[in-house]
């Protein structure tokens, strides 16, 4: 509870950001909301010997949109996206997380950047098929969401890059659903299932489904997508294409939920969030 | 009209006194009616606004801090220990391990000698000796100038562990080795029983028994102030600010195991931010700040950290019982009997093995049944000792009890409360005696049960629940007729020859009228969190006339009031509270004679009326309580009496007393996923005549989500190699406000015959009652899905499990 001896730093701008973060090297990290790298810290199970934080950074907040995309400062707070309706499942998923008072510190860069595949942003980064900005020492790059998890809180991010921001299309007239299980309201997934739907009547033109803590990153349900793809949208062939959530996933098990139980509720939530996409619910 | 008090001489002196009495509203005539009065808590402006003073806020010049060295293994031998990295620690004064402590004058100690009963009891050092016996087992500590210093410094202390096969499971460990204490060639601790010869008779009788394995899982305190300990040593003396329920214990103790004399030995419960029983302790920590303050000659703080506090502050429940209740077919319950294993973890604390054994006198419940026999195992396994947590022995006792009423219904096919009813003490009964060898002592169980079905419509219940079946909600309903043993005295049964703990079991009490007639009054109970201060007032300001708000209650320090018994088991009012109401009444009987000798009447003649003390008849003759203090301080007092307005009681009660009540849990559970949600929860509690109707609620309140967070979310976890699996809040799941309903709460009032006040406790009672109704209701819910029983915790994972498997039996059954 008492963290390692640490040095700290706010600089005014982002190339000063760069900067230490490349002077520091391996022990540099940025701080964005800070609650999960001061958890771990607390518990020492991180011990970085700076702290780059980026509160005052100019420029890396606020919600836009600007031709048909999103643009998301990353040091935008999920309670900012939560209030942010027209921001569709992304809003949705970012008022479930944890409780108000994380909500007003945590941010959707830090979110990402940290890769917890437990946590409820990134899988919905992956069904909107979004991307981030990194800048760094050698200047800026696009990261599409599916090349950014890599594994278990590990990202395409370079030590030395800042995420600045996010982008992801303007999902105009699909439908979404988000279904998040957990124990108390402010806990993190046991699994969450996030899905967005386009539909013609009552055909399914599209869709994409997502899973959160159903692997070591967070994943597409590519089986469900396709069962569902074309079909009707009918409660039986939504049950029918939520049967194959689970598949190809290997969840990490827990005191509370068995690889078994999460595959059940990865069904069970996949099947609910289709049927919130499409308005059967 | 009212005598003018004092004579020429102390004249000036009173007229002050009187005039800032009347600035502070000391010296106004009260009404006496406060006790019964919803009263704000006096307690917290102070709190809401930040400026209580815990452990923490003390800072003394020159203080050192304490971190410590924990053991990351289960069970080891310890090969050996190297500080010397420590010790080059910038900031660092010392380092010391087990060995180091040798002029202590003893281990820890564990106040339980139960007559004729032997007891397993290692020695257990505040800093291992040799060996470590669970996570978290304190190695050494490293003392420093500086907080965050000496956790760093203490992370370089080099331990070689010897890691040894570690012992988990309870009924494993009493089959043989590998043993907790080696040298004790078991894993036994005890056994003990309140046995019933007429225990086979009761079975004979019985044309149904039913058979369940009931397990109350191990739980934490997590109280939301750790504990911390600030000890300063000086001059000989010794001051102690410690995070504690029992100040007074501890004072004893310190003055023990470091060969001090006790009057130079002072413990401070400063605010205490939450015990739940997790600070009825007499800690390694108390012990090691104090002993290292000596050495060092400089103040030790301590303050644990919440990681600390989940692996180490002693935790609770942990038993898994072996029930047997028998029934005629009429419901009529003729024998229960109980066989508990009770996992100790690694050594025993101040009560650690009578905790299970408590629950053995209640566990006849609310129920008149003939045969009641209980037999305890306490059994070492490599983890967090036990001891007493919130209720200790009696919720596992009422949750056997309530569970298993539940499961001779469904056995009978009776009715739930019906059943009930059939057993119930009746009413005319009391003082009743019980199979169990106690007397209960007032009681009224139909009219607790009536009120809260005039709250709960049952049989629109069930049809509401038939019609949301149809629509695939699985709602439940569950009941918990309960009641609890509390107010813990009276020594005969409870001290060396009876029980066996080794303590009194009476309450002090002081109360100083001061020479404006406000008034402090002192209690040996010490509360942390409970409203004491406000509770305590109403009862000695309507004894003396006076408004509470001019009283101040002072209590937790051992250097201020007399000797005290701290508080636990719910005794703080109905022994501490009448103690000081008996106190005040003795203040009272001095000022009427005063007053009887200023105004020339008879003292039989003086009552207290609308805060005066007039002479009967004649009620503008009188005094206020400011006056007759004043006189008192002007030795203005009858021939042969002697001067000041101030007495000390010391009191116990002939019994314990027996608060009780009806509870009724609604839950939904989402059949495909197995998740429990509570949609309604009501409460009827009877703790006798109330003092304070709000602070009821806040105990019943904070006592049900206790329950609550048992049954569904929380729970102490080590995995088999010994590894504390829920050591952070994140996965020791206290439930929040987002998870629970607006309670629905109401009253009875029973008073009890044991003492003046008429009361009885109910800091535990919520919590006794409520894991069973939530359980049955569970139960209730899932039914007819084919599952007729479950234990706790009602995880998701759990219930969706027990729903699994009993719609494969059914379809292996149809198939
Ligand atoms: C009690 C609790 C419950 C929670 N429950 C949930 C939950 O249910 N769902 C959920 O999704 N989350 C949950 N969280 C996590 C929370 O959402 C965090 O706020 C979030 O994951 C991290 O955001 P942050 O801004 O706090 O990042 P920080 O903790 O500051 O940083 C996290 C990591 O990202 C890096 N980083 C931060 N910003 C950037 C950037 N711009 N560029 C590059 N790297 C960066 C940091 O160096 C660090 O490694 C919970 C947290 C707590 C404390």
Redesign the pocket.
Known sequence: MIPAEFDYLAPDSLQEAIQALADGGEDA???????????LMKLRLATPALLVD?RKVPG?HGIERENGSWRIG??TT?SELEHSEQLGVVARAAG????PQ?RN???I???L??G?P????PAVMLITEGSVTLQGPGGQRVVAANELFQDYMETA?EPT????EVRFPVLEGWGFGYQKF?RRS????MVAVCAVIQQTGDICEDVRVGLTHMGSVPLRATAVEEALRGQSLNAENIAKAAQEAAQGTSPPADLNASEEYKRHLARVLSRRALEEAAGLS | MSVEPGGEVGGEITKIASEHAAQNGADAAAPSNHVGQAMRRKEDPRLITGRARYVDDITLPGTLWMAFVRSPEANAKIVSIDTSAAQEHPGVHAVFTGPDLTDLAGPLPMAWVPPGIEVNNPEHWPLAREHVRHVGDPVAVVLGVDRYGVVDAAEDVVVEYDALPAVTDPEAALEGPPYVHEQLGTNKVHEWSLPNDRLQAGFDEAEVVIERRVVNHRTAGAPIEPRGVLADYRAGSLTVWSSTQVPHFVRLFLAILLGMSEERVRVIAPEVGGGFGAKLQMTGEEVLAAWCSRKLGQPVKWIETRSENMAVNHQGRDQIAYCRMGAKRDGTITAFHVKIIADLGAYNMLLTPTIPALGAFVMSGVYKIPAVHTDVVGVFTNKCPTDAIRGAGRPEATHMIEVCIDQLAAELDMDLLELRRKNFVPSDAFPAEMATGVIYDSGDYDKSLDKLLEHVDLDAFRREQTELRQQGVYRGIGFSTYTEICGLAPTRVVGPEGFGNQAGFWESALVRVHNTGAVTAYTGASPHGQGHETAFAQIVADKLGVDPSVVEVVHGDTGTGPEGRNTYGSRSLAVGGESLARCAKKVADKARAIVAHQLEAAPEDIELRDGKFSVRGSPDRGMTLAEVAGAAYLNQVPEGMEPGLEETSFWEPENFVFPFGAHACVVDVDAETGKVKVVRYVAVDDCGKAINPMLIEGQVHGGVVHAIGQALYERVHYDESGQLITGTF?DYALPTAAELPSFELDRTETPSPVNSLGVKGVGEAGTIAASAAVTNAVIDAVRPLGVSYMNMPLTPMRVWEAISEAQGRKEGVSA
């Not at chain 1, 990290?29 to 958890?39: C, D, E, I, V, Y």
């Not at chain 1, 402010?186 to 997934?189: G, K, L, Q, S, V």
């Open positions: 990290k940025l701080l964005a909301g800070g609650h999960s790298l001061l958890p980026l890396l990353a040091m999920h479930t997380i944890a409780d994380v510190r945590g941010t860069g830090g979110s950047a940290h917890d437990a946590s409820d942003l991010i890059e800042v995420l600045t957990n402010e806990d993190w997934a | 994140v």
